[in-house]
């Protein structure tokens, strides 16, 4: 070879490696940390957590709400191969199959006809869900099948055991897991499990590589979020008022059992409701708890709040009597009591016991309409009571000008109309007659408690505004209620119980419907050591003889009986003395 050649030939292969050395000083130098960063995505696959959610518990550990792990079919018909050894029919694991074949093997377990299947698949080559929710046991069948193009996709699935008795609280998660309404809405960041994003490191081939996996990725906390509710009190308040609802034809009702030391509500249903399970089947109108979002004129229960602010403003004392002559005229206003009668010269204990409104307005005339419209105010008639409850409205109040110049105002606030609050406010208001004085705030979340430990009642709280001595002589004239009043249908024989019916007229948008009632009832107990009150509201009873009396308090009765046996509450001690 000549020279020239061979130096020519030399040059071009030294070119060349110096080429590939200046390359591969560029790869390793200046461009290692992008390519490192190429080859990590390559290599890791990032799996994203599955979104769990925490169990919801009742105060003695039942399940109200859980995760279980479903399964979802999808079909991919451009890849479906049969690759089953075992099969004879599967001997060429190559050849496409059609899908009419995959959709008559996979039907059998799917429990879905075939021809169902093959419309489900139409004519899209991949991506299509045959079939969701599927327990595991059903999902490993699928796999057994050997089907390429089936794919299988775990995740959780949010299931409610107890049906309907816990929806109006709860509330629910759609098919995509997106809260809806109640706790699971308000409280979801407290309910979303702590989950990590995985990075899986992988080889060429796939196989998994075990230095990807840190310390703690896989972790997931066994936090549950306990309520106050009581799942035997709650099925037997649902029971009873949605016999009491289907019996008169009521429009709904609602049901309240307070604990009111510290607020906690044993029980808090209204009908009717829906299965969160299948959500989809019912109106998104049952959706929304009514008795902490909707507002209505109390009526005659809200005579003893009355009472109570008279009391402590010393205008009223347990020796005051007023005339009830049956009807007034104020304002040019006529006020008459249910019955259109006069019960003449009566005490207080007897004005609650025949629910007279004459009675009330002459008694309330004592206070100053300035300091009546200030307690009001100091009470939170036109506020929203503070509550983990989701939706919670404020009440309805005429402003302090309003109140003040028009005579008419003060008069029927005296017997519960003309102002408006939700049966959740009401039922904070007796609270405070029953513990002595103090406003505590309803709730029925005790918090987060780790595995299987559960959290004890909540401490005694609340704002003192009423003297204890004036909510034990409202008690004691209550409990005459029960005994000889409207609220005989709600005696449990051994037990002192206090109560108060409730007949009130509905209004909408500012005007009273004709002939459409809220009937309720609440009650305390027991007297002897207050602790409970139990509210319950029937809205539009039919019937000319729907009231308080007849419709809501034999459902609080049911309710109490259970009450009684549940918490395991004595036979009260015989009444001794009037209270001072």
């Known amino acids: 070879m000549p020279v020239g050649r061979l130096k020519l030939v030399l040059a071009v292969l030294l070119l060349a490696l110096g080429g590939l050395a200046g390359r591969l000083a560029w790869l390793q130098v200046v461009a290692a940390d992008g390519l490192a960063t190429r080859a990590r995505q390559v290599q890791t696959e990032r799996i994203p957590p599955l979104g769990r959610k925490r169990s919801i518990v009742d105060r003695n550990g039942r399940l109200i709400a859980f995760d279980e792990e479903r399964v979802t079919v999808w079909a991919h018909p451009r890849y479906f191969r049969f690759h089953d050894p075992k099969d004879p029919e599967t001997a060429d694991p190559n050849r496409p199959r059609r899908p009419i074949e995959v959709a008559r093997r996979l039907a059998p377990v799917l429990g879905v006809d075939a021809t169902e299947l093959m419309r489900r698949m139409g004519d899209r080559p991949s991506g299509i869900r045959l079939a969701t929710d599927l327990e595991p046991s059903l999902a490993r069948r699928v796999r057994e099948l050997a089907i390429d193009g089936i794919d299988l996709s775990p995740g959780p699935q949010r299931l409610y055991p107890q049906g309907s008795l816990f929806a109006n609280v709860v509330g629910f998660l759609n098919l995509d897991r997106v809260p809806q309404a109640g706790l699971e809405q308000s409280r979801d960041t407290d309910l979303r499990s702590q989950e990590s994003t995985i990075g899986l490191r992988r080889t060429a081939d796939g196989v998994p590589l ?203 606030a005296a017997f519960g109309q003309g102002l408006a609050l939700t049966p959740l406010k009401l039922v904070q208001l007796h609270g405070m007659l029953v513990n002595g004085g103090r406003l505590v705030d309803p709730h029925i979340t005790r918090g987060l408690r780790t595995g299987d430990a559960l959290g004890g009642p909540g401490p005694t709280s609340g704002r003192q505004l009423l003297d204890p001595a004036v909510c034990r002589q409202v008690l004691a004239w209550l409990e005459t209620v029960v005994q000889k009043g409207s609220g005989k249908p709600a005696q449990v024989p051994g037990y002192r119980i206090g109560g108060k019916t409730g007949t009130a007229q509905k209004a909408a948008n500012g005007v009273y419907i004709p002939g459409a009632r809220i009937t309720s009832f609440v009650a305390h107990l027991p007297i002897d050591d207050p602790r409970y009150v139990v509210l319950v509201v029937v809205d539009e009873p039919q019937g000319g003889n729907a009231y308080g009396s007849t419709v809501a308090a034999p459902v609080a009765k049911g309710i109490i009986e259970s009450l009684l046996v549940i918490e395991q509450i004595p036979p009260s001690r015989a009444a001794t003395g009037r209270p001072g």
């Open 210 to 412: 075990p230095d990807g996996l840190n310390a703690g990725m896989l972790y997931r906390d066994d936090l549950r979020l306990q309520l106050t509710l009581d799942t035997r009190l709650q099925r037997v308040a649902q029971l009873e008022l949605a016999r009491a609802v289907r019996h008169w034809h009521a429009k709904r009702g609602a049901a309240i059992v307070m604990d009111a030391r510290n607020g906690e509500l044993l029980a808090l249903t209204s009908v009717p409701t829906y299965d969160p399970n299948r959500y989809w089947s019912f109106s998104p109108s049952l959706f929304r708890e009514w008795s902490v979002q909707d507002l209505y004129e109390p009526g005659s229960t809200f005579k003893p709040i009355n009472l109570a602010i008279g009391l402590q403003e010393k205008v009223l004392n347990a020796d005051t009597v007023v005339d009830d002559i049956g009807q007034l005229q104020i304002s040019g206003w006529p006020i008459f009591n249910a019955d259109r009668s006069g019960h003449g010269t009566i005490d207080l204990a007897t004005v609650l016991q025949v629910s007279s409104n004459v009675g009330m307005v002459q008694a309330m005339r004592q206070l100053k309409p300035s300091l009546y419209w200030d307690w009001l105010h100091r009470i939170g008639i036109d506020g929203a009571p503070r509550t983990d409850l989701p939706g919670a409205v404020s009440g309805q109040l005429k402003d302090r000008a309003t109140f003040l110049d028009n005579a008419i105002e003060p008069a029927t």
